[in-house]
């Protein structure tokens, strides 16, 4: 079950991205309150509309009712964030696989956060990953994964929740083998895809991975 949860940060082409969605073909779309001004413009009606509903616009509320878009309307003071609670309606539909759409941009508090929401997904045992129009973004933790891309994507891997012990990349132009990144030091930054898939291992930690399309 692959799920496309839309949050209210910034997209900036909604035709590359309209684009994106379709060709995942999502089994649901869940909209984080003003995620559904995303959707709206892009033509797309989402199953589930979460959230105190104060950022969406009255005339679309009105469209989504009329399509019978399922609304969840909760309070404005909760210990939840909005993308929180569209991250649990994800678990109870089992959800395999969940993508954050319009998860950048904005406010920068609110981009640090939903970065964070990778790692929160991937303790649930949820495949996460945030796309862009430019950018993807994935998190890998005591584990191998392989980035599916293009030669000469520019791919950045950086530590977070600490060191990263036993780092190897392969298919970069500047590989690694069971290297030590340190939490503090950005030396994986704008490395670059030699072939079209690359893999990133972690043996101990995590490492948050971004592929500039």
Known sequence: ???CIVLNGEIKDYKATKGIMLKESYDYIICADGGANHTY???????????????IDSNIIK????CNVKFEK????????DSEICIYLAETLKAKEIHLIGALGGRIDHTIAN???LYYIKNKGIIPKIISEKEEMYIAMNEEITISGEKGNIISVIP???????????HLE???ERHCMKFSVPLGISNVMTKD????RVDEGSLIIVNNK
């Open 1 to 3: 079950m692959k799920i």
């Open 41 to 55: 413009k892009m033509n797309i009606v989402p199953h589930y509309i979460i959230g105190d509903l104060d950022s």
């Open 63 to 66: 469209h989504y009712k009329e």
């Open 74 to 81: 909760f309070p404005t003071k909760k210990n939840e964030t």
């Open 115 to 117: 970065i964070n929401l």
């Open 160 to 170: 977070t929740n600490g060191d990263a012990k036993g780092v190897t990349l392969k």
């Open 174 to 176: 500047y590989p690694l």
């Open 197 to 200: 898939i690359c893999s990133i």
